[in-house]
């Protein structure tokens, strides 16, 4: 999708349907190397994680005792993890495409997403429906994350889906439930879902997306695990709100 276009035309693609894919991104072999660090880190449990069970969502692991119930969601903050995560979160692929994008100087949210996300057989949960900017505070709702994909993904081990043209529609609250999922028990929500995609990405590809676009994810239904790197960017003109959790770190401007 969108593989024959310049990085304008990419970037309309995603001021249109919310979400963009970004073929070869990065070269394979930079991405082996990147997913070899991940591996390593996982087999270690090293640094700060979030494991399936703190999230408890739909086929996670009830608790930390519970069968599966060490299995990773996420390394958490990548950023300070390793050189290898910095350079690729700060590279000038990224850094032209989203500047371009903003047409502004960018910084790199180190409170959102930036993490290595996992995604396991069996133990690995499914994400509902929601738009990433539930829990975030800025002063425009106007962000970008950059998914890459150190392997392929499809809707079988779990790739993301995404309802096009999501980011620009008004959704009330009650279109949502409590913890800020899309509701699946609403005629209008469910016609909604049923527009979804799901982008296969190979190794080294990426899918740009915006904070308000609806997505998704199921469950990791083949025999590997999924590892994705995942950052968020912003204008350095759309300030985290002071107080809250989106405020409580400083960004990295790029
Ligand atoms: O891989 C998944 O389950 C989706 C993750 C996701 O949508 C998110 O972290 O916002």
Not at 81 to 109: G, P
Not at 152 to 173: I, Q, W, Y
Not at 201 to 209: E, I, P, Q
Request: with cysteine; aromatic share 12%.
């Amino acid at each position: 999708m969108a593989g024959y276009l310049s990085n304008r035309g990419q970037i309309e693609f995603l001021r249109r349907y919310g979400f963009v894919v970004i073929p070869g991104l990065f070269p394979p072999n930079l991405c082996e190397i990147t997913k070899y660090t991940a591996r390593a880190e996982l087999a270690q449990l090293k640094g700060a994680i979030e494991f399936e069970s703190d999230l408890r969502y739909l086929g996670a692991p009830q608790s930390r005792d519970a069968p599966g119930g060490n299995t990773v969601r996420r390394l958490l903050d990548a950023y300070a993890r390793s050189e290898m995560y910095r350079t690729l979160a700060k590279s000038t692929e990224i850094r032209n495409w989203v500047e371009l994008y903003f047409d502004e100087h960018i910084a790199l949210s180190l409170v959102h997403h930036n993490c290595l996300m996992t995604k396991h057989p069996t133990y690995g949960s499914l994400t509902g429906w929601h738009r990433d900017v539930r829990y975030w505070a800025f002063e425009r709702s106007d962000l970008v994350s950059v998914w890459l994909a150190l392997g392929t993904e499809t809707e079988e081990n779990g790739a993301l889906r995404f309802v096009p043209g999501s980011h620009v529609l008004d959704l009330s609250d009650k279109r949502f439930d409590e913890s800020k999922f899309f509701r699946d028990d609403i005629s209008e929500n469910i016609v909604l879902m049923s527009t979804a995609i799901s982008p296969i990405l190979n190794l080294g590809d990426a899918v740009f997306f915006h904070c308000n676009t609806l997505h998704s994810a199921g469950k990791n239904l083949s025999n590997d695990i999924k590892f994705s790197l995942v950052f968020t960017y912003h204008s350095v003109n759309n300030a985290p709100v002071p107080g809250t959790r989106s405020a409580s770190k400083l960004g990295v401007p790029l």
